[in-house]
């Protein structure tokens, strides 16, 4: 059981990024999904999240309009689309996933969590 994080890179600002959450060994139809970033000596902060039940999405205030998250069961994966990108956006990216159909963006809401991939943003 396996919950990958990928698609971070180094990208100048204003750039675009699709970063990918890919399960392996279950279904991602089942949970909900979220997008958490932690930035050094920062606060983990959950950025976007999924229900898995009439696909209700949550922004954080300080990305809507240029992040968008989406799920595709068919390739098990949840993508989030980050545009627009800022050096503020910089940090490692996690996703996770949690039982129920309701979103959260608090981190201790959320059951398993997988590897992060790092997006920097340069000025």
């Known amino acids: 059981v396996q919950l990958q994080a990928s698609g971070g890179g180094l990208v100048n600002s204003g750039g675009s990024l699709r970063l990918s959450c890919a399960a392996s060994g279950f279904s991602l139809y089942y949970y909900v999904i979220g997008w958490f970033r932690q930035a050094p000596g920062k606060e983990r902060e959950g950025v976007s999240c999924i229900s898995n039940s009439d696909d209700s999405t949550y922004y954080l205030d300080s990305v809507k309009g240029r992040f968008t998250i989406s799920r595709d069961n068919a390739k098990n994966t949840v993508y989030l689309q980050i545009d627009d990108l800022k050096p503020e956006d910089t940090a490692v990216y996690y996703c996770?996933?949690?039982?129920?159909?309701?979103?959260?963006?608090?981190?201790?809401?959320?059951?398993?969590w997988g590897q992060g991939t790092l997006v920097t943003v340069s000025s």
């Open positions: 996770a996933l949690r039982w129920g159909s309701t979103v959260h963006s608090t981190a201790r809401m959320y059951n398993y």
